[in-house]
């Protein structure tokens, strides 16, 4: 074979470090590395392809990286690929595989018995259901409530697997005999994403409206293991995206008004805009109302109404 | 506006007449058409888009679709599409949402109340594991089994809508209250696919190797719905999709000598491709070899070593 | 047929009204809508499916739309479909076809004769390679030069169409010899594609960064079929994502010092936090920097530095 | 950090070996491997996700893989992953972008000088129009008649190549002055897939049906990477895809007569299914009648109207 410039495989060695590692999610899930292709170095290296190679280096990688993210320049990141094994309460699955960019293999229990576990709650764990968000929960309950109610739940979770044996025993078909397992049911499976989706779905699952157990194993992939494989493009996602804040139209004209003083003006914009409504006298907050008095807290601003 | 030659949105009767009305599945699903867009004619339309106006016919529009469909020119196919509601049991709707081409809007048990409905069997629906197909059934129970069977199923249904309303009442959050709800519990969806993705759909769920439940909302997708809406199509898909049969290299070498009459030269070829195994004399069957001898049977012919 | 609750084909007068009309762009090309499925009321419909028969309305059709797309909840907005028919000269197919959510047939000039028009650019369209953006372009040549230029476009366009028909008089087969056609020779395609993917394109194509040639096709597809068929997802798509302003967690600590009054702080800051450089007494500005200028300036506001 | 069963990264030492080795393609082109993810025994691996840790082994490893492919599970194949470099015609690369399920990025021509190479044709290289198959060529020119074809198109090539870098030289924007370059431009790119998608690239482009530029790529992909990367899944892709044959409902029907010997029966069943027409006494083939000649002649049959 004649002489050419061989490359090497690119390899992470901080995230060769944990490869195989089951990083513990909820009471008996866990999330770990099998496989990956690509590093923060190769989100360049792709992004250069476009550039040519006369072109002289734009910017540092480090700038390179964060500009492409910053702006949305997606197809670089979709370089990377990553091979996560977990197990799931199957509840959670059911969100988690909502996003349809992945791929996926999954444990079968038409195949297999299904797996002897499900997601208990301890005590201390039960979560009041949200007065203002009708799909959010707020607050937990005292030890004392909890207490009971993680008796029944166990009480039920034993039930159940009863009647899968029960069935099973009797020579019911598996695909069959699963039917009435709970949600709670732990399930295992392959997922495979780039780096672009994986980044998507952290960002919706790492935020505060996703589902508590959703959002550990989100805290999990992104914290321990998106920080190791790309540490650059992982800052750049801090700042660009989860802690970034979007102004709608809307937002920037009112806000304009605050930043001169002009309270009054501000006040009839926002009404005009239907962000609040002045009800005989009194302000009252749309959704986009709040949430406008949520982000320019952020800007050390408090709405003109307050 | 000026003068322009005008379209008429298409529209397929056959289709309209069935717009909305829900065709049971199992004891309490259904699946319904809210809507659709193409019919066989828009196959052929978008099919017509290759060839260029000046192009003569290059044949009957039926005799195209045919073609298209089995020459697996998929794109034509792509251009209908059809959104479903749908009534499942959550353990269905598990396997139906790993076809990751459609659109899907599901039923909230974060926002609203779980749906109050769990899938029941009915005495004489209790299959038995297949001994063969580790992943199948085969067969069912006698009613004096299967109605202790059905009994039971009740119990742990009542029981976990009795755990689930306790903590609603209770005030737990319905996103974690829903945790030990069995997979048998109903849920809600719309679900658009276009055509193409939907033949794909039903050529594995149709299949018989595909779980009872879901093939039962295969067929009447199929038999009731994709064969009012494109009749050709579906008439193409029987033929060349359906009731095709894939002969591997294998099976080729193998049904050549069969043909010639060759037993002894085609038993070799077998045992050499692994299809077969000699074992002390005796032909022992591979999958493969199982495979084969299903297949020739469907053209009159029996395998070499029976 | 028992009795059930029919529904009708869901229809859009104003988009019904234009279905067939071919919408000029560029020299030769045109966008013409040939069906479509869906309108602003399917996207409501398929929300509430999330929210259960129950549930009281969460607000008006309008407010509820406004609210999905503020806040990305993106899977109703794939429940309305549209199927253009698009002719378009290749270079910008090529861009065009990057996105990959879309369903496509093209024109082949592989069965037929390529299309006899090739995109012409006028004496007063010749644009100056932009000397900030290395991919971008900026003002316009003065028409003696650019006579000259689309003298001698005419001239290669002529012959590249002299050595193609050359070729297909002699007998070389078409795949072939279209070889050296120019990249502006018109294609026409159907393109079919559901309202949230629709949007990603225009939000990325309707974008001043956008080459000039498809931003053209995005203006018409946005402003002349888009607004017609789901008016109100228009306008919220204009306030919400169009003229929305992304502020990065750089951003927001620099302008919270802004709004203080801090000009010191802020200049500090932005130094830290490489958007700006000061070399040796002068501040520099990075991309970054000159992109925090434009943001701020939305807000009336201008950088400290200046 | 406690310890676990640390993983290794899966190589392939045969394809380590041509890491960046530029397989040419054409007479400028070429295909090289930048990374990849996986092996056969990744698919494995994955497939035994399904079957759970306590389950036999179902087969030997080379038999799973066989099975998987026999039997189109495809989700454990997706599970391997390649990243190529390639350098492509935009001709050939307008098809190659056509399969949706790759990661892309392309050398940019706004950013970039367009890549100072066109393909050429040699004089013995020049195909004629076929003519059974209106999209084919069947059969080369002469070499009198090839040298002239070659020498015009050195012609239009290099014309298009001046006027570029005239526009160029004026300061015309890049974006607007490569509107006129001919289709046989070379563009290169970075392409990644998965391997399921990659071998349904391969089996649609290195069928004899595919444009020879095309073909030629994936005859590379295919025998120089594939083969090496995963020599059993490549294997058995030839056995059960490449090579094998699908028979339609209506080829099984009149084969099973052909079979018996029962030609006149066959004629019958052949006219009644329209595979062919009894044209006052002279049997013609419709374009399914051939194919069934084909197909039964790699049976080692005649067609009974032969």
Chains 1, 2, 3, 4 share one sequence.
Not at 203 to 221: K, P, T
Not at 224 to 240: K, T
Request: aromatic residues 10%; hydrophobic residues 35%; neutral net charge.
């Amino acid at each position: 074979m004649e002489q050419f410039e061989k490359l090497d495989k690119i390899k992470v060695d901080a995230l060769d470090e944990i490869l195989g590692k089951k990083f513990p999610v909820l009471d008996d899930g866990f999330v770990r590395v099998i496989d990956y292709m690509g590093s923060d170095e190769s989100i360049v290296q792709a992004a250069r392809v476009s550039y040519g190679k006369g072109t002289k280096k734009i910017s540092e990688d480090r700038g390179l990286i964060r500009y492409l993210l910053r702006n949305r320049h997606t197809t670089p990141f979709e370089m990377c690929e990553i091979k996560l094994h977990v197990r799931v309460p199957m509840d959670t699955w059911r969100q988690w595989i909502r996003h349809r960019t992945a791929n996926v293999n999954e444990y079968s229990t038409r195949y297999s018995l299904a797996i002897d576990s499900s997601q208990r709650t301890k005590i201390d764990e039960w979560r009041m259901q949200s007065k203002d968000n009708k799909q959010g929960s707020e607050g937990f309950f005292p030890i004392e409530i909890g207490s009971k109610l993680s008796e029944r739940e166990e009480e039920l979770q034993n039930f159940a697997r009863e009647i899968y044996n029960e069935r099973l025993n009797l020579g019911v078909a598996r695909e069959q005999a699963r039917k009435d397992l709970p949600l709670s049911t732990y399930t295992e499976a392959y997922w495979k994403i780039d780096l672009h989706n994986l980044l998507n779905f952290l960002a919706l699952r790492m935020d505060n409206h996703a589902q508590f157990e959703i959002r550990s194993y989100a805290n999990v992939i992104g914290n321990e293991i998106v920080s190791r494989w790309v540490p650059i493009a992982w800052q750049a996602f801090q700042d660009y995206r989860m802690n970034s804040m979007e102004l709608s139209a809307l937002d920037i004209e009112v806000l304009k008004l605050v930043i001169q003083n002009e309270n009054n003006k501000a006040i009839e914009k926002a009404i005009e805009l239907k962000m609040i409504k002045n009800d005989e006298g009194k302000i009252k907050l749309n959704r986009e109302g709040k949430e406008f008095e949520e982000k320019i807290s952020r800007l050390g601003l408090k709405a003109p109404w307050i």
